[in-house]
């Protein structure tokens, strides 16, 4: 059971990323998908989640309008298109599966397996 992120960079403001998340072991297309980030000294949070049939995509209000997620249940591997990056969008950026997550804020308990994270940098 593993989910590989990827695609974390150095980014100037104003500029796009694209992380990427490929999932093992497990039956990715019956998850609900999500992305989560810590910055230095804070909590990690929640930035957007989608579920199984790639519906229902929902935001962390700092991103809404500049990050898109998706995903490819046949690639097992759900994305996040990341635009008009912003230096307060600088964390490590981490994705994780769930069952079932209905809450907004996701709560970190209802995901059971994650990532090892991919650092997001922009300055």
């Known amino acids: 059971v593993q989910l590989v992120e990827s695609g974390g960079d150095l980014v100037q403001p104003g500029g796009s990323l694209r992380l990427s998340c490929a999932a093992s072991?497990?039956?990715?297309?019956?998850?609900?998908m999500g992305w989560f980030r810590q910055a230095p000294g804070k909590e990690r949070e929640g930035v957007a989640r989608?579920?199984?049939?790639?519906?229902?995509?929902i935001y962390a209000d700092s991103v809404k309008g500049r990050f898109t997620i998706s995903r490819d249940n046949a690639k097992s591997t759900v994305y996040l298109q990341m635009n008009s990056l912003k230096p307060e969008d600088t964390a490590m950026y981490y994705c994780?599966?769930?069952?079932?997550?209905?809450?907004?804020?996701?709560?970190?308990?209802?995901?059971?397996?994650w990532g090892q994270g991919t650092q997001v940098t922009v300055s």
């Open positions: 994780a599966a769930a069952g079932v997550s209905y809450a907004w804020p996701p709560p970190e308990y209802e995901y059971d397996v």
């Open positions: 072991g497990f039956t990715f297309s019956s998850n609900c």
């Open positions: 989608i579920w199984t049939g790639g519906t229902s995509p």
